[in-house]
């Protein structure tokens, strides 16, 4: 392997010149001489307008190394072209479309990978306005993501360490192969909209060893209209992650023209974040063939400002607009999951689209409540019909499902106000529910079930 030492090509590494020249010349010669690896030396921090990764390079920050987005905004490459008209140029295009900025940027760069224990810095500060003591938004948006890699295949990213993202912090998009492992992603919990990991219309995706925490969701995967030339997103695996988000940890969705299916969520542990496990459709894209085992979930609000109201589980789907007709979800299984937070489990979608084939297995949820925001509240953002519901949480509540079934299911419950809580599970429009080997418990000795216009086949 020939290596691409960027101090042979004048790279200062004194944090303060700009060494986006010496960088980007060192990727071309190893791109063009048929594939290597691109140092960044420790002890130094490269300070950077952005970068392009070509095909066969191997971005290798080595310990002790920082890579440091500029503060500059006309140091960014900006995919999306619509963001070239100087009447847009810092509004951008909305969260669906293609990144407007970014930092690191790949396009057809098959092979390529980032790799090593140094740090890339994505310089958020620089790019945000402070909204409350909470929460931090931008003075544009969007603001720049910090790796978009788009139409590449086969493409690894190791053991670095992602911090101070303004945006998204590493987005794949119509990518086959992906290999995400042993990454941190360190994002400020105030800073709005910087997503972990969001793997976009992929395929055959594996996320394994990482940590995660961020101002929004941890992982997400999505279809985005932006990206709706690439296919599915499908064959993918998260596994042995630790999780805190101020919105969901793991999510399906929002963002969802596409379909998603094949999905695996294994021993995965997730904590104080907004929500747990979430797949929210607005789109036509479906959901099928997810399956969510052995993780630990706890919740609790951070505050009014971020979607969600602490649930550990979470699966709704409606239309986002008049003109979007929602897609599908449909067979979702749930393994040795433990939940403790504020909230209980929601499963709710439209009357004429209900979400079918559902199970819980061995789940446990223990709702106590710990922080000083409002409960008594289920979040159905974004959509035409709903906001946010105003209602006593109930360990699982489900509203418009056929086929959901629960097993060896227990429910708990700890300090829990009787304005905020009652029962253990409630609902309408439930078509089979299978209830087995189940031990629930309502809060305040309120009733354990609540049904409306429902149908349980078995109550054992």
Request: hydrophobic letters at 30%; one cysteine or more.
């Amino acid at each position: 392997m020939i290596i691409y030492n960027v101090s042979d090509y004048c790279a200062a590494g004194d944090g303060k010149a700009n060494d986006c020249e010496a960088i980007q010349k060192a990727i071309d010669d190893c791109s063009e001489n048929g594939g290597g690896t691109v140092v960044l030396e420790s002890g130094k921090t490269y300070y950077s307008s952005s970068i392009a990764l070509k095909k066969g390079v191997e971005l290798h920050l080595q310990k002790g190394s920082v890579l440091k987005a500029t503060s500059d905004i006309d140091g960014y490459i900006r995919p999306c072209k619509m963001i070239n008209d100087p009447k847009t140029a810092l509004v951008g295009n909305p969260v669906t479309g293609k990144p407007s900025f970014v930092f690191i940027y790949g396009y057809e760069a098959d092979g390529c990978s980032i790799t090593g224990e140094g740090v890339i810095d994505g310089n958020c500060y620089a790019f945000v306005e402070r909204k409350n003591e909470y929460y931090v938004t931008g003075n544009f948006y969007p603001r720049p993501t910090v790796i978009y890699i788009e139409k590449s295949n086969h493409i690894s990213f190791k053991d670095i360490t992602i911090t101070n993202a303004p945006f998204w912090t590493l987005h794949p998009a119509g990518c086959d192969d992906v290999l995400i492992s042993s990454i941190r992603i360190l994002n400020p919990l105030d800073v709005a909209n910087s997503d972990g990991i969001d793997p976009d219309h992929c395929s055959n995706v594996r996320i394994c060893n990482c940590h995660v925490q961020c101002a929004d969701d941890c992982i997400c995967l999505k279809t985005t209209n932006g990206n709706s030339e690439y296919g599915p997103c499908e064959n993918v695996i998260i596994s042995g992650c630790t999780l805190t988000s101020t919105s969901a940890a793991i999510k399906i969705g929002t963002e969802g023209v596409g379909d998603f299916r094949n999905i695996i969520v294994d021993n995965c542990i997730i904590s104080k974040s907004n929500r747990g496990l979430s797949i929210q459709i607005r789109d036509g894209g479906n959901v099928e063939n997810v399956t969510f085992s052995n993780c630990i979930v706890e919740t609790r609000r951070f505050c009014s400002d971020w979607w969600g109201t602490a649930e550990p589980i979470t699966i709704t789907c409606f239309r986002r607009d008049e003109n979007t007709v929602a897609g599908h979800i449909k067979n979702i299984k749930y393994f040795n999951v433990t939940c403790t937070g504020e909230n209980g489990v929601l499963i709710y979608s439209s009357e004429e689209n209900p979400i079918e084939n559902v199970v819980f297995e061995n789940v446990a949820v223990h709702i106590e409540k710990k922080s000083k925001w409002e409960s008594g509240l289920y979040d159905l953002r974004p959509c035409i019909d709903h906001g946010i519901e105003k209602t006593k949480n109930a360990s699982f509540y489900i509203n418009n499902a056929k086929g959901v079934r629960m097993e060896k299911t227990k429910t708990t419950w700890g300090n829990a106000p009787e304005e905020y809580y009652e029962n253990a599970v409630k609902g309408e429009n439930i078509e089979g529910l299978v209830i087995k080997d189940c031990d629930f418990a309502s809060c305040n000795k309120t009733e354990i079930f609540n049904l409306k216009n429902s149908h349980i086949l078995n109550n054992i």
